[in-house]
Antibody, heavy 122, light 106 residues
Framework: DVQLLESGGGSVEPGGSLRLSCEAS????????MSWVRQAPGKGLEWVGR??????????EYAAPVQGRFTVSRDDSKNTVFLQMDRLKTEDTAVYYC?????????????WGPGTLVTVSS | SYEVTQPPSVSVSPGQTANITCSGE??????ISWYQQKPGQSPVLVIY???QRPSGIPERLSASNSGHTATLTISGTQPVDEADYYC?????????FGGGTKLTVL
């Protein structure tokens, strides 16, 4: 079975940092494009960023609100993708999901983790 | 930046057809995915590549994408279909979610 499991959420003050992890299993992780999507309390989904597979260049892309503050990376030896969040703002408060497409069609998110809550507050 | 717009809410009676729209400039040139999300749960992919259903998704869910509007259609709506639905527009340079539509079955 395909599984994604996020961890690392918690409470942090504005300006602080947090590192989220997402451990994957059940599919060829090294070939996967891995994304982070967030959902603020009571709000809609917002794509945060993505890292391609190393065979596709391993490049990263980010949404404008997090560009320059968040970094997505991966460790294929541990089937894990990371989201390093720096200079956090109160508006970054959200449940953070990792998500990935399965199969050859990449423009979809078949699999999602249960999410991890990040609260940015003083 | 590119934006897609959904109605905040749609109501439908059980057994009737629900249509949830997603609008954006030249949306037909993008690939559209649809997700269903129930309270306290992660989103579930219900449509991809405009009109393709993943395995396990009921045939009563269908979709189309033409011009500036994509539409998710739920035929013979059941109480279990009550959820938030999000469209997502993709192309080589962007991916953006709509604001979501709360489907109420009453």
């Amino acid at each position: 079975d395909v599984q994604l499991l996020e961890s690392g959420g918690g409470s942090v003050e504005p300006g602080g940092s947090l590192r989220l992890s997402c451990e994957a299993s059940g599919f060829p992780f090294s070939e996967a494009w891995m994304s982070w999507v967030r959902q603020a309390p009571g709000k809609g989904l917002e794509w945060v960023g993505r890292i391609k597979s190393k065979t596709d260049g391993g490049t990263t892309e980010y949404a404008a609100p997090v560009q320059g503050r968040f970094t997505v990376s991966r460790d294929d030896s541990k089937n894990t993708v990371f989201l390093q969040m720096d200079r956090l703002k109160t508006e970054d408060t959200a449940v953070y999901y990792c998500a990935t497409p399965l199969g050859p069609w990449l423009w979809k998110f078949d699999s999602w983790g249960p999410g991890t809550l990040v609260t940015v507050s003083s | 930046s590119y934006e897609v717009t959904q109605p905040p809410s749609v109501s439908v009676s059980p057994g009737q057809t629900a249509n949830i729209t997603c609008s954006g400039e030249k949306l037909a040139t993008k690939y559209i995915s649809w997700y269903q999300q129930k309270p306290g749960q992660s989103p579930v992919l219900v449509i991809y590549r405009d009109d393709q259903r993943p395995s396990g998704i009921p045939e009563r869910l269908s979709a189309s994408n033409s011009g500036h509007t994509a539409t998710l259609t739920i035929s013979g709506t059941q109480p279990v279909d009550e959820a938030d639905y999000y469209c997502q527009a993709w192309d080589a340079s962007l991916q953006v979610f709509g604001g979501g539509t709360k489907l109420t079955v009453l």
